[in-house]
């Protein structure tokens, strides 16, 4: 879709390499992001990719399950927590006190972190409120591998 | 013209890690202000993704033509309600742009409207007259 215009698919290939696959903040926390911005924008196609490279860092399927209820969930630990809680202050307002949320994530994340991290939720979550209104499912746009995808997402395109 | 390049208050956070800023300058200078969409209407859609007052009721202001009135519906559709984007409003959009101006549009949007966000968590509001430059 992106390749409609080669300069926007060069610039959001750049946007990935930069700021989700490398970094300064590691790659498996924001994964545990991009999922989650899914799930909160209801974006079915960004929600069932998976990254090779998280789940190469640990990442397990359960992981993305209980990203709703973050806050709640034992699969979290504090640091993860305070990075999906900053996600969901981006995508829809803080949650809590401004100061509580920032103190959260000074205790786990330097500011150069917490630029790129905040920086990248914001791609994702822009890209993620614009791909939900082209309705388009996998498998009509990339149709020759599974690779990536939530193994829910690929019983439903064989079956 | 400044003798030295002003840092905004955007771009002095983004700075903060140096592949930020230069990805962000990239995507400014090739999809926000380039590109194959004029720069007008995208600065339209950025005031209305900001929250301008003097856009958001764009649907029964003949200030905006039909063209104008389209892409702001995908703004609407982007920001608040990807319902917003029926079969009506993808003709009237297939009428004005084409598939490539769709894309890079789509995409712009998409990142301003990320963007926005994020500065509003941080605390930082653009003024709509510059909100693609922010």
């Not at chain 1, 290939?13 to 700021?19: A, D, K, L, P």
């Not at chain 2, 390049?5 to 890690?17: F, M």
């Not at chain 2, 003097?54 to 559709?77: C, H, K």
């Not at chain 2, 605390?123 to 909100?131: A, C, L, S, T």
Request: aromatic share 10%.
């Amino acid at each position: 879709m992106r390749a409609h215009v080669p300069a926007t698919l060069r610039d959001f290939w750049w946007q990935w390499e930069r700021t989700f696959r490398n970094g300064v903040c590691e790659h498996e926390i924001k994964e545990l992001c991009r999922v989650y911005v899914s799930k909160t924008v209801e974006c079915g196609y960004c929600g069932n990719q998976r990254s090779t490279r998280a789940r190469a860092g640990g990442v397990e399927e359960r992981d993305y399950d209980e990203l709703l209820d973050f806050e709640r969930s034992d699969r979290y630990d504090a640091r993860q927590r305070a990075a999906l809680a900053y996600a969901q202050a981006i995508a829809w307002g803080p949650d809590e006190d401004d100061e509580e949320l920032w103190a959260r994530l000074h205790l786990h994340f330097s500011d150069e972190e917490l630029v790129e991290l905040g920086y990248f939720v914001a791609v994702t979550f822009g890209q993620q409120s614009w791909v939900r209104t082209l309705d388009i499912g996998h498998h009509e746009v990339l149709d020759e591998t599974d690779e990536g995808l939530a193994p829910n997402a690929v019983r439903a395109v064989t079956r | 013209m400044p003798a030295v390049d002003p840092v905004g208050e955007s771009d002095a956070i983004r700075a903060r890690v140096p592949d930020v800023l230069r990805t962000y300058r990239e995507t400014r200078e090739n999809v926000i202000d380039g590109g194959i969409v004029d720069r007008e209407l995208k600065q339209l859609c950025a005031r209305y993704l900001n929250g301008d007052d003097d856009v958001v009721e764009f649907d029964d202001d003949d200030r905006f033509d039909e063209r104008e009135r389209a892409a702001l519906g995908w703004a609407q559709a982007i920001a608040w309600d990807p319902a917003v984007a029926d079969d009506d409003l993808w003709s009237r959009l297939h009428r004005h742009f084409s598939e490539p101006e769709l894309v890079e549009l789509g995409y712009c949007m998409a990142i301003i409207h990320g963007q926005l966000h994020w500065l509003r968590a941080l605390g930082v509001r653009p003024r709509h007259e510059d909100v693609l430059a922010f």
